[in-house]
């Protein structure tokens, strides 16, 4: 009985630091992103995002890649203006690009934490990292709001790694609000 | 200060009756719906659903609706499968057909409780009603896991009204899996 005791609070004890010690790599991998300006496939979803600022729509960029081959297989900014569609978002976009149902062999990049429409594409496509960069405490579904991929109904939750370039992300979109006023 | 308080008390009262009142009447015409076999554009949208289930989709329909002239604006089945794309849900693809951004003259039928992507992008192209069939325990995104609408980062809640000819897109659902199996 002593036995069983001290061997349940092994394991529970082991389960707390395996916890603790997986926090503490995320946190240092995350620190580190945060810690680089940027990435190329976040480079080029930033450009995707200049370019649709350019285009007068909300300054968001999406870059799907093949995390096998590192090829990219499709770009995207906003085009929610352009198109008159409200789904039109960079994210759906790229997914709707590649023509595959699942896209567990792709990694996403995007400049703004995605939206619960988003989070939810991403979760049915399968994908399996998500890399974001500025935070949306407003209309998020990740990190805020709905959290997609924490709610028990959700079927697939890719790995999330936040704050990559966030500053420039989020002074992309600082200055179109700001100019829009 | 005695007044302050029956007013108060009043006040609370009446907020109470007021939302209870307004519940027996939800109820009153949810109860009724599901009474109704269908209506006629819940009746557009099974046939949807039933050509999607003979296209080898999952059968979902939706109907978007004009509520000013009720005049149909876009049917469509799933084609999740057809067009290889995770996003292809009736939903979505009603919403695409009619090429506005927003859609505040519009109601939407939907013979399945819309998962969190279609409750998201029906939020943002502020679509007036909300009709659904079959309850979506599993996937629903409005009645259950994310609940969508009920978030506080939610910009706009269309009405809801659910269990519009429940039990055929249900059994639609139910046929459809049984012979997949």
């Given at each position: 009985?002593?036995r069983?005791?001290?061997?349940?609070?092994?394991?529970?004890?082991?389960?707390f630091?395996?916890?603790?010690?997986?926090k503490?790599?995320?946190?240092?991998?995350?620190?580190?992103?945060?810690?680089?300006?940027?990435?190329p496939?976040?480079d080029m979803a930033?450009?995707?995002?200049?370019?649709?600022?350019?285009?007068?729509?909300?300054?968001?960029?999406?870059?799907?890649?093949?995390?096998?081959?590192?090829?990219?297989?499709?770009?995207a900014?906003?085009?929610?203006?352009?198109?008159?569609?409200?789904?039109?978002?960079?994210?759906?976009?790229?997914?709707?690009?590649?023509?595959?149902?699942?896209?567990?062999?792709?990694?996403l990049?995007?400049?703004?934490?995605?939206?619960?429409?988003?989070?939810?594409?991403?979760?049915?496509?399968?994908?399996?990292?998500?890399?974001f960069?500025?935070e949306?405490?407003?209309?998020g579904?990740v990190?805020?709001?709905?959290?997609v991929?924490?709610?028990?109904?959700?079927?697939?939750?890719?790995?999330?790694?936040?704050?990559?370039?966030?500053?420039f992300?989020?002074?992309?979109?600082?200055?179109?609000?700001?100019?829009?006023?």
């Amino acid at each position: 009985m002593t036995r069983l005791f001290v061997t349940n609070i092994k394991n529970i004890f082991c389960f707390f630091a395996v916890r603790c010690h997986k926090k503490i790599i995320r946190n240092y991998v995350v620190d580190n992103m945060r810690n680089i300006l940027s990435s190329p496939f976040m480079d080029m979803a930033l450009q995707q995002a200049i370019d649709a600022a350019a285009r007068g729509e909300v300054p968001v960029g999406a870059v799907l890649v093949d995390y096998r081959t590192q090829q990219v297989l499709a770009t995207a900014g906003n085009r929610v203006e352009e198109l008159q569609d409200a789904t039109a978002h960079a994210e759906m976009l790229v997914m709707r690009m590649v023509r595959s149902r699942f896209l567990t062999h792709a990694d996403l990049y995007v400049t703004l934490e995605p939206c619960p429409m988003c989070a939810a594409a991403i979760s049915f496509a399968r994908i399996r990292r998500l890399y974001f960069g500025a935070e949306d405490p407003k209309g998020g579904g990740v990190e805020h709001g709905c959290r997609v991929f924490q709610q028990t109904t959700c079927h697939h939750r890719p790995e999330v790694y936040g704050g990559v370039a966030a500053d420039f992300a989020a002074g992309l979109l600082q200055k179109f609000f700001r100019e829009k006023r």
